[in-house]
Structures are given as structure tokens and as C-alpha cells.
């Protein structure tokens, strides 16, 4: 199948992802070939795991693997977030997460801004949830409240600390700050992608299925979104698409940072 501009995002999905907050994209977001090359790099990475690792945080992997830009950065990729963001983007950050069959850990509900609060400036991230494996209810795919976005906390609500042993980090909304017998899940075959605000309400529960369930997020922002400077040693954003319109120092798409991502997990540092 081939995969164009013009069949990148319909009005009805800009206008979903506008209102609600997110929108399900279910059509190949790569030809086949090049899903299927991304797919076996992912699992190369997923066999080179060091022992007690746990799949579900390989945590901004393209920092250390350049050749992860060949899709992050791809026109595929980017022209998804384009009618949202506007032509000029940087690519801000990307996730693996991949629950294993079995035992995957929950996702706690939270906002991806509550854990960027002091990375960004102004806070306009849009996230694109590709799925490498098929995310079904049943082995853990994703649950949004729609319009979260844009009511309550907008994007800082309270948090509380859950059991790290069962959960993919440690903090979750409160109780009476959540909605979520709202929740829709985000039911994704292979290939196939959502698109979420990074103020909306999200979570997963557990896979205990006999299934693997994989997906790589790729957060992009506006090229006026401005990253803190006392950040800048330890998160890193790339021209994903037009200008760099505020002369920001941007990595280059070429070379390994794998030295900043060792300094992150030496410090602790955790920006989801």
C-alpha cells in the first residue's frame, strides 16, 4: 500500500484530536517493507537487553541509536502531525514500551505534561502511538478519557504514589481527579497509530495475555516550544520539519548520544 500526504490525517480526525484530545489512525502509517525493517530493529534492541531490564522503559532509544530517525523523522511520520502542529517541528522525545506476555506492567493513569512541566515552554506536545505489535483490550492496549485535555487540571492534575513493582512508574492521578469509567480503549492493529495530546488523561492496565503487546511513542512540539536550557544536558530535540525558529541548539539526527543517555540514568533522571 502506498502511504501519501493526502491520506495522512481526514478533517474528522483533525477535528477529533482538536476536541476530544486524541484520534485513532487506522490505516499503515509505513509500507509494509520499511514497518517490517522497523519492527526487526525493534526487536534486536528488545534481545540486547541487559538482564533484569524491564521491557516496558527503553526510554528515548533513538538518542543512542541514530538509525531509529530513519522513521522517527520520516515524512510518513511527521506529516501525521503536521495538520496539528504546524509546518515548522521538532521531534522532542520517543518511548518503547513493550509489555511482555504474562507479566506486562500497568500503565498508572496520568498526563505525559505532568512529567515535562519543566522541560517545555508552552506546553503543545503531540504524541504519535505506533503500534509494533496488535494492542487489543486484552493484552493492555491503551484507555484515554477523551476531553481531559482540556477540562479539570488541563494537563497538571495531583498526583499519588503507586507500587513501582506493578506499575511502569511510580505516580498516578488521584482518585477523585480521574474519570475513568469515561475511558475508551485505543484498539490498534499492527502499523497502525493514535495521535494524543499531552494533557489528556491515559493509562493501561496490566497484559496477562499469552500476547506481547509493543508501541513506540513519538512525542512531537512546535518549533516555538522553547526547551529549558538547564535541561539541555540531559534531553535533546531534533528538526523533525521546517525552520528552527527560535535558534534553538538541536541535535543532529546523525550522531550517537548514548553519553546522554547514560547521564540521565546516573542522575535519575526521568522525564517519561
Known amino acids: 500500500m502506498s502511504v501519501t500526504l493526502q491520506s495522512r490525517l481526514k478533517e474528522e480526525e483533525i477535528k477529533q484530536y482538536r476536541d476530544q484530545g486524541y484520534a485513532l489512525i487506522h490505516r499503515p502509517v509505513f509500507e509494509q517493507g520499511k514497518f517490517d525493517r522497523l519492527k526487526a530493529h525493534f526487536e534486536n534492541r528488545l534481545a540486547a537487553l541487559p538482564p533484569g531490564e524491564r521491557p516496558e522503559a527503553m526510554d528515548t532509544p533513538h538518542f543512542g541509536d541514530p538509525a531509529l530517525n530513519e522513521w522517527a523523522l520520516a515524512p510518513e511520520m511527521v506529516d501525521l502531525v503536521e495538520p496539528i502542529l504546524g509546518p515548522d517541528i521538532l521531534l522532542f522525545s520517543t518511548h518503547f514500551i513493550c509489555k511482555p506476555q504474562g507479566d506486562g506492567r500497568r500503565v ?22 505506533l503500534a509494533i505489535d496488535p494492542s487489543t483490550t486484552e493484552n493492555g492496549c491503551m484507555y484515554v478519557v477523551p476531553r481531559t485535555h482540556s477540562t479539570g487540571k488541563k494537563g497538571y492534575s495531583d498526583y499519588e504514589n503507586v507500587d513501582l513493582n506493578f506499575s511502569v512508574f511510580d505516580r498516578e492521578i488521584i482518585e477523585e481527579q480521574r474519570k475513568d469509567e469515561l475511558a475508551v480503549p485505543c484498539v490498534l492493529q499492527s502499523n497502525e497509530c493514535s495521535l494524543h495530546d499531552a494533557r489528556l488523561h491515559h493509562g493501561s492496565p496490566p497484559n496477562t495475555s499469552t500476547k506481547r503487546r509493543c508501541g513506540w511513542t513519538l512525542r512531537f512540539v512546535p518549533a516555538y516550544s522553547r526547551l529549558n536550557p538547564e535541561f539541555a544536558d540531559r534531553q535533546l530535540m531534533y528538526l523533525a520539519r521546517g525552520k528552527n525558529l527560535l535558534n534553538q541548539d538541536l541535535a543532529d539526527p546523525t550522531k550517537d548520544y548514548s553519553d546522554v543517555i547514560a547521564h540521565r540514568k546516573k542522575i535519575g533522571f526521568k522525564a517519561h
Not at 498508572?108 to 502511538?129: C, G, I, K, N, Y
Open 108 to 129: 498508572p493513569w496520568h498526563e505525559d505534561s505532568a512529567f515535562w512541566r519543566q522541560l517545555l515552554d508552552p506546553m503543545e506536545v503531540a504524541t504519535v502511538w
